[in-house]
């Protein structure tokens, strides 16, 4: 993303507002809890929103292969299950309410009948109509414009994105933050003025100004620094997580097979007892013969 913003600003292309698509569909519902899936003919995304936060953004290409059972509907109920364990497997102190409303969205929405009847059958989850926080304009398909509504709300003050959804945490990323130059206050004074005192006093307010809207700016990039970094020390604890689980999980199966190679020993010592006994048994019998006369 950084390498687009740097893109963009070498080849002096004017950008306005740049955001992760599943951030901006997280946005542009704006839900407790919801399951996002949205439909392209390259790309499938699928966002998980648990507790007002968007927990798991799992992005994959369908191959639309033809010997794959129901093809691309199977790809998708796959993706969605994907999603599902990987929510589960980095929080797992959380549950996924069994309510959970699935919505979709994208350029292939409106052909997807099939898809939610397929999904409303087989994944578990109620399928539900794309409910956006706001009035969209109706000259605008919603469901195929969701993402951009998203990124238009991106420029909403958190203040009122708070008292229109209460319940929803917005993750707001500035990707152009690194590019921005330093603001310079220009101010034009009137005519000429006849007191010391007075161009004194101006002065005097210029520099105060100045000052506050440059540490009024420092503050608010550290602010934003701050929300970026809880952001990447998140992602960081749930791979960490992710790791400790497969590697109690392939302690566990060491153990396992550990303990079927002993039964294993145990089982071969055993059919060597027998082994001995049965050959013991016809030595005596053998010898036994010998003497009778048999």
Do not use: C
Not at 26 to 45: F, M, Q, T
Not at 60 to 85: H, V, W, Y
Not at 205 to 221: C, G, P
């Amino acid at each position: 993303m950084l390498r687009l913003v740097e893109a963009l600003s070498k080849a002096r292309i004017k950008r306005y507002m740049l955001d992760v698509k599943p951030l901006a569909l997280g946005r542009a519902v704006s839900l407790n809890d919801a399951i996002l899936i949205s439909l392209e003919k390259e790309y499938v995304d699928v966002v998980v929103i648990v507790g007002g936060i968007v927990r798991i953004m799992h992005g994959f290409t369908p191959t639309r292969k033809q010997e794959i059972p129901d093809g691309f509907k199977t790809e998708i109920l796959n993706g969605l299950e994907s999603a599902i364990k990987s929510f589960k497997r980095y929080f797992p102190k959380i549950s996924l309410p069994a309510d959970v409303p699935i919505m979709f969205s994208g350029e292939l929405e409106d052909d997807g009948i099939e898809i939610k009847e397929f999904l409303k059958k087989n994944s578990g989850y109620l399928v539900s109509d794309t409910r956006l926080f706001t009035v969209n304009p109706t000259y605008i398909p919603k469901n195929q414009f969701s993402a951009s509504l998203g990124l238009i709300w991106k420029t909403l003050p958190e203040k009122v994105m708070a008292l229109r959804v209460p319940d929803y945490t917005d993750i707001n990323i500035d990707f152009f933050l690194k590019l921005k130059k330093p603001l310079t206050e220009r101010f034009k004074f009137g005519y000429a003025v006849t007191s010391l005192a007075i161009i004194a006093l101006i002065a005097l307010v210029y520099f105060s100004y100045d000052f506050y809207q440059k540490e009024s700016a420092k503050v608010d990039s550290l602010d934003i620094e701050y929300a970026n970094n809880i952001f990447l020390l998140n992602m960081a604890q749930t791979e960490n997580t992710n790791a400790l689980a497969l590697k109690e999980e392939e302690a566990g199966t060491t153990q396992n097979l550990h303990t079927q190679l002993e039964d294993l020993e145990s089982e071969q010592q055993y059919i060597a007892r027998l082994k001995r006994e049965y050959a013991d048994e016809i030595t005596l019998t053998k010898a036994l013969e010998g003497r009778t006369g048999v």
